[in-house]
C-alpha cells in the first residue's frame, strides 16, 4: 500500500503517465490482435498447402478466383510420375461482388469430388450436424464465422445467389479459410460458377466439365516442387503451387506486415516509457530529503534503489492492465460486429495477453533505472540540506 501511496502522491501526474503507458498498450493489443489473425489465416493455408500440389489456371485475382479448367485435366495430371492422386474442386465467391474493403477472409463458395478422401491431412470436425455426401444436392455445410451473418442452424434454410440451401452441418472454428466458406456439392457450385462466366464464355462450357483446381496428392517420399514443375512441363495452361511457393508469396509478405504493425505499436508504447523516465525523475528531486533521511537512518543505495524501480515497474503494470481493459473492449466489439458480416479481424492470444502485460512491465522496471540509480546516489548529507 505504501508503494501506490508513494505512486499517486501527484495524482494528476501519475494518471497522465499511467494513461500514456495505456495508450501504448492499446496499441499494442489492437495491432497485435490484427497480426495474430492474419498470422493464424496464414499457417491455415500452410496447413493445407503442406505435401501437395495444388493445379489451377494461370489467369488469378487476388488468390480468389481463377479461369475454369477442364475436368478431363485430372486424368492428365494423374499420369505424371510422383502423383498419387488428384481430387477436383470448384470455388466461387459467396457474393457475386468482390468488397471494397476487407481484413480477414472473404466469404467463399467450396465444393470438391470427394476423390480427397484417405489422402488430405487438412480435415473438418463439426460443431453441429455432419459433413456434406455427394449425392447431397440442394445441401451445404458452413464455416463457423457465416453462422451469426446467415442466420444458420442446422435444419434451416440460407439463401446462396438467389437459391434456397438445406443447411446439414457446422465447420468447427478453424481460424482459417474454411471459417468463412460453404461447402456444396460439386453439381450445385458448378452451376453458380457457369452463372459467373462472361456470357461470351457461358454457352460453350458445359457445367459438369468446369473445375477451379486440382489438389494433388504425392507419392510417398516425393517433393513437391519437383512434382510441380514435372505437371506445368506436361499439362498445358496450368499453374502448379507448392507449399514453398505460398510460403514465398504470402506468408514472408505477411512477416513484414505484422513486424511494421507490431513497430508502430511498440512506438507508441516506448513513447509512454518516457513519460515514466520523468515522472520518477521529478519524484526522485521532490523526494531527496525523504532519501535523505532514510539513508541517515540506515536505508541502503539498494533498498532505495529497489523501491524506486518498484514504483516505476507497478506504474508500467497498471498502465498495462489498463491498456489492455480498453484493447479487449475494442476488439471484443470489433469481432462482434464484425461477425454479423462474416468477417471477425482480431484474435486475442493468451500470448499476446501475456507477452502485452510483461513488456509494460518491463518497460516501467527499465525506465525507473536512471531515476532510481540517481536516487541511490544522492549524498545523504547534502540531500538533507536539499530545500
Known amino acids: 500500500m505504501r508503494l501506490l501511496r508513494n505512486i499517486f502522491r501527484r495524482k494528476l501526474r501519475a494518471f497522465l503517465t499511467i494513461f500514456g503507458i495505456s495508450i501504448g498498450v492499446f496499441a499494442l493489443v489492437v495491432m497485435g490482435a490484427l497480426a495474430e489473425k492474419l498470422t493464424l489465416l496464414v499457417d491455415g493455408g500452410m496447413r493445407y498447402y503442406e505435401g501437395k500440389v495444388v493445379v489451377s489456371a494461370p489467369t488469378q485475382f487476388a488468390g480468389l478466383y481463377s479461369t475454369p479448367l477442364k475436368a478431363n485435366l485430372l486424368r492428365e495430371i494423374e499420369r505424371v510420375e510422383g502423383v498419387a492422386r488428384v481430387s477436383a474442386s470448384v470455388s466461387s465467391l459467396f457474393d457475386e461482388e468482390i468488397p471494397t ?56 434454410h440460407i439463401e446462396v445467389r438467389g437459391e434456397r440451401y438445406e443447411v446439414v452441418g457446422i465447420i468447427d472454428k478453424t481460424l482459417t479459410a474454411p471459417d468463412t466458406s460453404v461447402v456444396m456439392t460439386m453439381e450445385d457450385a ?82 509512454g516509457g518516457l513519460s515514466v523516465v520523468n515522472t520518477m525523475t521529478m519524484a526522485v528531486a521532490e523526494r531527496t530529503r525523504e ?78 533505472l536512471y531515476p532510481a540509480w540517481h536516487a541511490a546516489s544522492l549524498n545523504p548529507v547534502e540531500a538533507l540540506r536539499y530545500e
Not at 466469404?107 to 478422401?117: F, H, L, M, V
Not at 460453350?204 to 512434382?227: K, M, W
Request: proline share 3%; no cysteine; aromatic share 6%.
Open 291 to 368: 532519501i535523505g533521511v532514510r539513508k541517515a537512518i540506515g536505508a541502503s543505495s539498494g533498498q532505495i534503489m529497489r523501491q524506486f524501480i518498484a514504483e516505476s515497474a507497478v506504474i508500467g503494470l497498471i498502465g498495462g492492465l489498463v491498456g489492455l481493459g480498453l484493447g479487449l473492449l475494442v476488439t471484443v466489439g470489433g469481432n462482434a460486429a464484425g461477425e454479423v458480416t462474416g468477417n471477425a479481424m482480431f484474435l486475442v492470444s493468451n500470448r499476446l495477453v501475456v507477452g502485452t502485460l510483461l513488456f509494460a512491465m518491463g518497460l516501467g522496471t527499465v525506465s525507473g
Open 190 to 271: 458448378r452451376l453458380i460458377v457457369h452463372e459467373d462466366l462472361p456470357d461470351a464464355v457461358r454457352d460453350a462450357v458445359s457445367p459438369d466439365t468446369i473445375v477451379s483446381s486440382f489438389a494433388v496428392y504425392l507419392n510417398e517420399g516425393e517433393r513437391p516442387e519437383v512434382v510441380a514443375r514435372r505437371i506445368e512441363r506436361q499439362v498445358d495452361g496450368v499453374d502448379a503451387m507448392t507449399p514453398l511457393d505460398f510460403e514465398k508469396q504470402v506468408k514472408q509478405p505477411l512477416a513484414i506486415f505484422t513486424s511494421i504493425i507490431y513497430a508502430v505499436a511498440l512506438i507508441s508504447l516506448l513513447v
Open 101 to 156: 474493403v476487407s481484413m480477414g477472409n472473404i466469404p467463399t463458395i467450396q465444393a470438391d469430388d470427394g476423390r480427397s478422401r484417405g489422402y488430405e491431412t487438412f480435415i473438418f470436425s463439426y460443431s453441429e450436424g455432419r459433413e456434406l455426401r455427394n449425392s447431397d444436392v440442394g445441401k451445404v455445410v458452413i464455416g463457423a464465422d457465416l453462422v451469426k451473418k446467415l442466420n444458420a442452424s442446422v435444419g434451416g
